[in-house]
């Protein structure tokens, strides 16, 4: 690996799809940037083409993607790029944003790193951020749908492992519920500090910013994982992600395309009995307005949120579809071609140019260093 100018931080910011960690890394990667400090950006998935990178490039900031499994299981090319960006802009700051059904990480990331490459990062205390509306129902505290039995093994040991929970979106909880989400968290994984924070509007992102800037993981014992059962959780997630080549004869609204098509997907997959993790889509402008157009959704009840918007209207652009569901992904997939082709009207044409559907493999990590208990 090529060696830093000096010793790099490296930060991971886990949890569960839909917890909002994108948004996360977007504001501490512009938080770090105007005080002068270089930043890197990894983001990670089981497939390629993520709306996460583009975002991110969009912004400006040098991002590496790697794709085709966690980092636990791509440990090589997680080392192959920070040697990118180490080459591109010498981050002295390392934002890393894991897959999000993705937990163990202490063992297989964090702990690797500090024993093969302790020279060259200091590793921040992990991170993991959860949807606060998500929390609730797994926890008990909140009525409403929910994954299987499977899917929560993962979730609650993403939970388990994490230094600090960081529990997000709190701008859409009143004083009553954040109280009793704290205690619940609290009393349930008493070895995490939990932070509460709202990556959109800044509420409480200095604390959480300066703790993982400021304090370094402390190694403890290696949390039992049962591999099977992570495994068949993960195995009840469809992944699909798409390419969407958009064009019309005449200027349109990109940014309410959006909306329709993640309300109408939103409907199929309820209908169908699936369960959202989390649903993102961008539209990149081809016309003079080159800025993207941005939704998100993350569970079956809520409304879509237009995150970024297209300034105008647009004759055409390059749409990005990522889908995660507790469903059978080529159930998934048909039903995203007939969301797609409900669109196909009145010149308007939507183009699959590349889709990829599939429930992930079985986690098979590089490493996985055991710590014992201090």
């Known amino acids: 690996m090529t ?9 991971m910011i886990g949890g569960f799809l839909g917890a909002g960690k994108t948004t996360a ?23 390629s083409g993520l709306v996460d990178t583009a975002l991110l490039r969009s912004r400006g900031f040098a991002v590496e993607e790697i794709a085709g499994g966690c980092f636990c299981c791509r440990f090589p090319s997680l080392k192959d790029a920070a040697d990118r960006l180490i080459d591109e802009v010498r981050p002295e700051v390392f934002l890393a944003e894991p897959v999000g059904s993705c937990t163990d990480l202490l063992a297989t990331v964090t702990y690797p790193l500090r024993r093969i490459y302790g020279d060259r990062f200091r590793i921040a205390a992990l991170s993991v951020m959860v949807d606060p509306k998500r929390a609730a129902r797994i926890l008990g505290i909140a009525e409403g749908r929910s994954f299987s039995e499977k899917v929560i093994y993962v979730y609650e040991k993403q939970l388990e492992e994490a230094d600090v929970i960081v529990v997000n979106k709190i701008d859409l909880l009143d004083d ?34 300066e703790r993982v800037l400021d304090t370094e993981t402390i190694p403890r014992a290696t949390m039992d994982v049962d591999y099977d059962a992570y495994a068949e959780g993960e195995a009840q997630l469809g ?136």
């Open 239 to 374: 992944w699909l992600n798409a390419t969407i080549g958009v064009t019309s004869p005449e200027a349109f609204d990109g940014n309410a395309l959006l909306a329709r098509l993640a309300e109408g997907l939103r409907n199929r997959i309820t209908d169908a009995g699936g369960e959202i993790a989390h649903l993102k889509m961008t539209l990149d402008g081809s016309g003079p307005i080159g800025q993207l157009s941005v939704v998100s959704l993350v569970n079956n009840e809520s409304e879509p949120d237009l995150r970024e918007s297209l300034l105008g209207e647009i004759p055409g652009g390059s749409l990005i579809l990522n889908l995660r569901a507790e469903m059978n992904p080529e159930t998934l997939w048909t039903l995203v071609v007939d969301a797609l082709r409900l669109e196909n009207q009145d010149g308007l044409v939507l183009a699959v140019e590349h889709e990829e559907w599939f429930r992930p493999a079985r986690p098979v990590p590089t490493h996985r260093v055991s710590v014992e208990t201090p």
């Open 176 to 209: 009553g519920e954040r109280a009793a989400l704290v205690a619940a968290l609290e009393k349930r994984f008493p070895d995490a500090d939990v932070l509460l924070v709202s990556a959109r509007n800044g509420e409480g992102l200095d604390a959480w910013f």
């Open 25 to 47: 890394v977007d504001r501490l990667a512009r938080e770090l940037t105007e005080r002068g400090v270089r930043v890197g950006l990894i983001t990670n998935d089981q497939s």
């Open 3 to 11: 060696t830093p100018a000096s010793v790099a931080r490296y930060v």
